[in-house]
């Protein structure tokens, strides 16, 4: 940990963190080996494209209905008590879905309505999770938390746990999901063990709703101009994201000729490039800020859009997607740090909400737009389509940049409440 002046201050594990990280990364370990297993399951029962793109369209759809609700709830209940029950519900949920595949039931339908119901309930355990860190760590330590928090979620699912599923896969379909039961089922272990000061609310104004709450949780977020910025070049991003992701694999085992060994060595490059995103991006806020960090994480993740778009090598593609995945953390890092640090507490599951339901809107959208550029113009377009909206992602965060300022004086939006420990 550095003091003052020194840069970045790094969380520490004490007081409840790390025990919040554990549960954090032993999730994504569990959500690696689901989401990893479930469209293989899903090829096994149906040969129809549409159907199993449904499993996976599944886990966006929640978020567009549920995600301003689950930022709702998640300000008015106990979100330490929240996080450990939707864990324990979720891991009931998918030890009885192992339970079905062990014994030969599962159906395409089941897995759709599976991939439903974890999503719903994730929308709920995300927003309060945002909001439960500023109780564990100093303001200080906010980007430090996040970055390590990230960086521990990216190790246990991009390379522990992906990779181990076809392994688990050769001792029986059921088994990646039972490890996943058991997953969530420790993660709500740690997260009740957590001690965590009563969250100081006050009482809610008569009359108050959730539909009048989760205004005042849009209406936050449209008043700060960093966040309000931050949000719509996120959902910019993402819209490119979104045409990236489908376009990515026949770009590397069509218009590269790479095949599957080309594509397994773009996504460890891109995981790669997040690990060293993760360890470096403290620095890069102490000499520059957290809008302008992300603004320059932005930039440089055009440049590695263009190349993968217009350069036909996989070397080139390799090294982009680590560049693409190092600037991405970066930007993710910081963009939740300043939604902690610019948002009144008892308001930040809200505006968790509102900024994620708004950015994930994106990522549907894009992969019909890539799918259409891809069909018409060539296998290399979606990536070039993605370069386009993250220029505009860009451009939409230069108004933000007179926010950059310190936490305790945001530019005429909300400010942040003390931290509880």
């Known amino acids: 940990m550095r003091g003052p002046g020194g840069g970045a201050v790094t969380a520490a594990w004490r007081g409840g963190f790390g025990r919040l990280w554990s549960a954090a990364v032993l999730s994504s370990f569990g959500d690696a080996l689901r989401g990893s297993a479930l469209p293989l399951l899903a090829a096994t029962l149906t040969d129809r494209p549409l ?3 449904a499993v996976t369209a599944c886990g966006y759809l929640p978020w567009l209905v549920f995600g301003l609700l689950g930022g709702a709830v998640a300000d008015r209940v106990d979100q330490r008590r929240a996080m450990w ?5 979720r891991g009931l949920l998918v030890a009885c879905f192992a339970a079905v595949v062990a014994l030969g039931h599962a159906s395409i339908g089941l897995l759709i309505a599976l991939a439903f119901a974890l999503t719903t309930l994730q929308t709920l355990f995300d927003n309060a999770s945002t909001a439960l860190l500023p109780a564990l760590v100093g303001r200080d330590e906010l980007g430090g938390a996040n970055a390590r928090l990230m960086t521990g979620q990216r190790i246990a699912g991009g390379l522990l746990g992906a990779p181990v599923v076809p392994l688990l896969l050769v001792a029986g379909a059921a088994l990646p999901f039972a490890l996943d039961a058991v997953t969530f089922l420790a993660a709500a272990a740690l997260v009740a063990s957590l001690r965590v000061a009563a969250s100081e609310r006050g009482p809610r104004p008569a009359g108050s709703t959730l539909r009048r709450e989760i205004g005042e949780g849009l209406r936050t977020l449209a008043a700060d101009r960093a966040l309000r910025g931050l949000c719509a070049a996120t959902a ?10 489908a376009g990515m694999a026949l770009l590397v085992t069509g218009w590269l000729g790479a095949g599957t060994t080309g594509y397994a060595l773009a996504m460890t490059a ?12 403290g620095r890069l806020v102490a000499l520059v800020g957290r809008v302008r960090a992300v603004l320059l994480a932005g930039t440089a993740q055009i440049g590695a859009l263009v190349v993968m778009g217009s350069v036909r090598s996989p070397v080139a593609l390799a090294v982009s997607m680590a560049v693409f995945g ?15 640090e610019r948002s009144p507490a008892e308001l930040l599951g809200r ?3 509102a ?9 549907p959208l894009g992969a019909l737009l890539g799918g259409a550029v891809a069909t ?7 990536a070039l389509l993605a370069a386009a909206f993250f220029v505009l992602s860009v451009v939409s965060l230069i108004p933000a940049l007179t926010a950059d300022v310190p936490v305790g004086a945001p530019d005429g939006g909300p400010t942040t409440v003390p931290v509880r420990r």
């Not at 790669?272 to 995103?277: I, P």
């Not at 190092?326 to 902690?340: I, P, S, Y």
């Not at 018409?376 to 979606?382: C, D, E, H, M, V």
């Open 270 to 281: 891109y995981t790669v490039g997040g690990l060293a995103g993760g360890v470096v991006s």
């Open 236 to 245: 910019l991003c993402n819209i490119g994201v979104g045409a990236l992701i």
């Open 376 to 382: 018409a113009w060539g296998l290399n377009t979606p």
């Open 351 to 353: 505006v968790s909400a």
């Open 355 to 363: 900024f994620r339901t708004l950015a994930v809107a994106g990522a």
């Open 51 to 53: 159907l199993i793109a």
């Open 85 to 89: 029950t939707v864990d324990t519900l």
């Open 326 to 340: 190092f600037m991405g953390m970066t930007w993710n890092v910081h963009t939740r740090t300043l939604m902690q």
